[in-house]
């Protein structure tokens, strides 16, 4: 105990290890939200069966949930370093763009992988609400952004929570790749820690214990959001 509290307090690692929580925890949200308004269009595309689009869709989906995690990060990474210098270097935010890439394009990739699997949970949810209650809101004169809006959004919610849910476990899991590329989230932090200190063990089980308490606090969040959506549904019941 001695040993974990200097590591901790003394080498000023504790702080560290929050930074990087904060990384991972900002790293996940980011992607995980721009993944779902990137699947949600993409998701009714194929709900709709609109031509010609609904089998792109279903490319784009099967190509990155088949490819790793990790070389999407690597593609992404590597692949656009170029392009994203000489913009910054057009538009005259260079440095702050180089400080900046490994966190943006650490979350552009998570925002693909989350997006793919995503378009196919909401599609799911959408699937299930019955096609006469659509219909119905048609017959009273609804606009059809106001059937959108009123009637087929809440309900695909509601139906899509669990299997979102889902998918911000992996997401959250994910951000622990990036540290592949020298982002300072948790992961990289406590692979540092451990180089530095020697004392691999400690450090992985903290770092392991935090991704637990974000997993645990996230899944409760999930519950407390599942019974709000769920009152009038169970006593119908």
């Given at each position: 105990m001695t040993d974990v509290w200097h590591f901790l307090f003394d080498q000023g690692w504790a702080l560290s290890l929050l930074k990087g929580s904060a990384v991972t925890i900002g790293l996940g949200v980011l992607g995980m939200c721009v993944g779902l308004v990137v699947a949600l269009p993409m998701a009714i595309i194929r709900w709709r069966e609109v031509t010609l689009l609904a089998p792109l869709v279903e490319g784009y989906t099967m190509l990155v949930r088949s490819i790793p995690g990790l070389l999407i990060i690597y593609l992404i990474f590597f692949g656009s370093v170029e392009a994203v210098d000489a913009i910054g270097a057009f538009f005259g935010f260079q440095a702050a763009l180089r400080s900046a890439y490994a966190f943006l394009m650490g979350m552009l990739a998570?925002?693909?992988?989350?997006?793919?699997?995503?378009?196919?949970?909401?599609?799911?949810?959408?699937?299930?609400?019955?096609?006469?209650?659509?219909?119905?809101?048609?017959?009273?004169?609804?606009?059809?952004?106001?059937?959108?809006?009123?009637?087929?959004?809440?309900?695909?919610?509601?139906?899509?929570?669990?299997?979102?849910?889902?998918?911000?476990?992996?997401?959250?899991?994910?951000?622990?790749?990036?540290?592949?590329?020298?982002?300072?989230?948790?992961?990289?932090?406590?692979?540092?820690?451990?180089?530095?200190?020697?004392?691999?063990?400690?450090?992985?089980?903290?770092?392991?214990?935090?991704?637990?308490?974000?997993?645990?606090?996230?899944?409760?969040?999930?519950?407390?959001?599942?019974?709000?959506?769920?009152?009038?549904?169970?006593?119908?019941?």
């Open positions: 998570i925002s693909i992988i989350s997006s793919a699997y995503s378009v196919e949970v909401l599609r799911g949810a959408l699937q299930s609400i019955p096609e006469g209650l659509i219909e119905a809101s048609k017959a009273l004169g609804m606009p059809r952004h106001g059937i959108y809006l009123r009637v087929v959004l809440p309900l695909m919610v509601r139906g899509a929570l669990a299997g979102i849910n889902n998918v911000w476990q992996l997401t959250i899991k994910d951000t622990s790749l990036v540290s592949v590329v020298g982002l300072g989230e948790l992961m990289r932090t406590a692979a540092l820690a451990a180089g530095i200190s020697r004392s691999p063990l400690v450090f992985y089980l903290i770092a392991g214990a935090v991704f637990l308490l974000i997993t645990w606090a996230s899944q409760r969040l999930f519950v407390v959001c599942e019974r709000h959506l769920n009152r009038g549904f169970l006593e119908a019941r």
